[in-house]
């Protein structure tokens, strides 16, 4: 129903690059694999049928959870074959989501809960990331910086409280930045050029206290692009690139530390097409961004929520030739598939990389 009525199919010419945070995750470890096999859980079936009405060629997901072999993310794609979208490639790597610290993380005094993890997970790969691409991936050539100390980015800002390092000097420590991953892929297209999929999931900013520890961190995660671009991580950036993912932070509404979405909006490098929804069309209270940016249908602040924001982005490079791009947020009936897959809305920008 949705790709005969909303799939807006892809020129011949282009390249459909996306996002999408899935919400596939589940309690425990090898749940969403057996919900997949099993071919009878409402939300699987929706995110199968959202992704294959707009069929991206390269597909980042986010809040996915990860296994050992990849076998989830191999099932989900056998799915999509059958649905109509046949994806060759798949690739991931470990998540910092719910890898074991043994530390208290987040200060509350104690140990082994899941904000405890580098990144918050009930288990190891808890809500990871995963690559679905009709073009083979130069594995080789990936530059995973997931393992970057959060102390070690150029500029961080480390979170304090009553003037002591926050939780703890050991915490801070071994603290990573990434809270899932900060990844740089390269896709291999038809011509032989790569396209370089710098791909993110940033933690909330929120879930925190006073020393705004996961504000602090969604800030930098989102910032770890600009210095990446500027050279400072000490390996020479992509020419040709895409960042992707979910930034978590909207540059308007909700909370968070907005002047580093902004920045990253702003910089003179990427290009912003600004997607647009089509559900998306009633402003949330006290909101001022245009509403149909939003990329998440959350509960309204009149509900105890946020409201709907604008947090997941696909912003190329300046130089590319974006020829279309949107949010997947149809209206009418087809609203509730969207909605049955995930409180996100996924991303799509077509770019014609011929030149």
Request: net charge negative; proline share 8%; hydrophobic share 40%.
């Amino acid at each position: 129903m949705l790709t005969l009525l909303l799939g807006q199919p892809v020129q011949a010419e282009a390249v459909r690059v996306a996002t999408f945070a899935t919400e596939l995750t589940r309690k425990g470890p090898g749940l969403l694999l057996r919900d997949i096999l099993k071919g009878e859980d409402p939300q699987v079936a929706a995110v199968t049928e959202v992704i294959a009405a707009v069929d991206p060629d390269i597909l980042l997901l986010t809040d996915m959870d990860q296994d050992l072999g990849n076998v989830a993310l191999s099932a989900l794609a056998e799915r999509l074959a059958t649905a109509g979208s046949r994806y060759s490639h798949i690739f991931s790597l470990r998540s910092n989501a719910g890898m074991a610290t043994g530390l208290d993380m987040d200060g509350n005094g104690r140990t082994g809960e899941p904000r405890d993890a580098q990144g918050y997970g009930r288990f190891a790969g808890h809500g990871g990331m995963a690559l679905l691409s009709k073009f083979p991936v130069d594995a080789p050539a990936v530059r995973d910086f997931s393992a970057l100390l959060w102390k070690d980015l150029p500029a961080a800002t480390m979170p304090v409280h009553d003037g002591a390092p926050f939780p703890s000097e050991a915490a801070l420590d071994i603290q990573r930045l990434s809270s899932a991953g900060h990844w740089d892929v390269p896709v291999l297209l038809p011509d032989g050029t790569a396209l370089h999929l710098l791909a993110f999931a940033a933690t909330p900013p929120v879930f925190d206290g006073p020393e705004d520890r996961n504000g602090l961190r969604n800030a930098d995660e989102i910032g770890l692009w600009q210095c990446y671009l500027d050279g400072d991580l000490g390996v020479v950036p992509p020419h040709r690139f895409i960042v992707l993912g979910k930034a978590n932070l909207d540059p308007e509404d909700g909370n968070g530390r907005h002047p580093a979405i902004r920045d990253l909006l702003a910089d003179p490098r990427l290009q912003d097409p600004a997607p647009r929804g089509g559900g998306a069309s009633a402003q949330s209270r006290g909101h001022l961004g245009d509403p149909a940016l939003d990329t998440a249908d959350w509960p309204e602040p009149d509900d105890g929520g946020p409201g709907n924001l604008r947090v997941d982005y696909v912003l190329p490079a300046a130089d590319l030739l974006v020829t279309g791009s949107g949010v997947f947020w149809p209206s009418g009936a087809a609203e509730g598939i969207a909605g049955a897959a995930s409180r996100h809305r996924l991303v799509w920008v077509d770019l014609d990389l011929d030149d």
